[in-house]
């Protein structure tokens, strides 16, 4: 069943009050070290929410999708910028992407869902498309950590009531193959380095998720992966809501 995106990808930034408050608040902090860059690849661009900002920070962008509603929307709405390229693909293929070609490649609410094939798909790639030094920030399930937890053994009919109570929280989909440790081991396969591995919450407690920055392996010494578990996540994102909301912004584009 297709999304409908009545919303444009908005309603995954409700925590924050908004995109612009996501993108301003927890986002740009975290890449801030790699902007701006000459090339960015922005892999499951959705509807461009985060294209809308990536594309001041670069003299080309290139957006990768396997929706053709979402290529058709990026088109859409960036056909006024000139460096902005949409590209539609198969879900896992990055053959209209040059080798070398690739300063930064940034991915958002999109590689939690895939599994470990598609991944290693990507990051296989990924290691010929950056350039020496190139670095990449994906946004990728951690929720593998917990599918042999005594919460994930719970019948549905005893789990979904929980759930509905927030007793329990739930898994939004993520894919239950893939861990930190396991995104780490395909990079190092596959020519990338994680520098730095962020352990996250989605609207709950556990750790579902996780934020990793990594470069290609020939552009770093081999220190060890900084790994950090931030059970704050979603505080923080309430926190930039208030300030937002204080400060009359919520609603910015």
Same mark, same amino acid.
């Given at each position: 069943m297709k999304y409908d995106w009545k919303e444009a990808g908005e309603e995954w930034s409700q925590p924050w009050g908004s995109s612009a408050a996501q993108w301003a608040g927890t986002i740009f902090p975290r890449i801030r070290e790699c902007l701006p860059a000459g090339t960015i690849l922005e892999i499951a661009p959705g509807f461009g929410r985060w294209t809308h900002y990536l594309k001041d920070y670069c003299n080309e962008l290139w957006a990768v999708d396997k929706s053709s509603d979402c290529i058709e929307a990026c088109q859409q709405r960036f056909a006024s910028v000139s460096h902005v390229r949409c590209y539609l693909n198969d879900g896992r293929s990055l053959s209209m992407i040059p080798d070398a070609s690739v300063d930064f490649v940034f991915s958002f609410d999109s590689f939690v869902h895939p599994d470990r094939d598609v991944v290693e798909a990507y990051l296989r790639q990924l290691g010929t498309k950056l350039k020496i030094g190139g670095k990449g920030f994906i946004h990728h399930s951690n929720f593998g950590e917990y599918v042999n937890s005594p919460r994930e053994?719970?019948?549905?009919?005893?789990?979904?009531p929980l759930i509905k109570a927030k007793i329990l929280d739930w898994a939004h989909h993520r894919n239950p193959g893939m861990t930190a440790e396991l995104f780490r081991a395909l990079s190092a396969r596959n020519g990338l380095q994680c520098l730095s591995q962020?352990?996250?919450n989605w609207r709950g407690?556990?750790?579902?998720?996780c934020l990793s920055l990594f470069v290609r392996s020939d552009s770093a010494p081999e220190n060890?992966?900084?790994?950090?578990? @931030?059970? @704050?996540?979603m505080r923080e994102a309430a926190?930039?809501?208030?300030?937002?909301?204080?400060?009359?912004?919520v609603t910015l584009l």
């Open positions: 053994r719970l019948p549905e009919a005893l789990a979904k962020e352990l996250v407690r556990r750790l579902i998720d060890p992966t900084k790994i950090i578990r @931030n059970p @704050n996540f926190r930039i809501r208030r300030q937002w909301q204080t400060q009359g912004l």
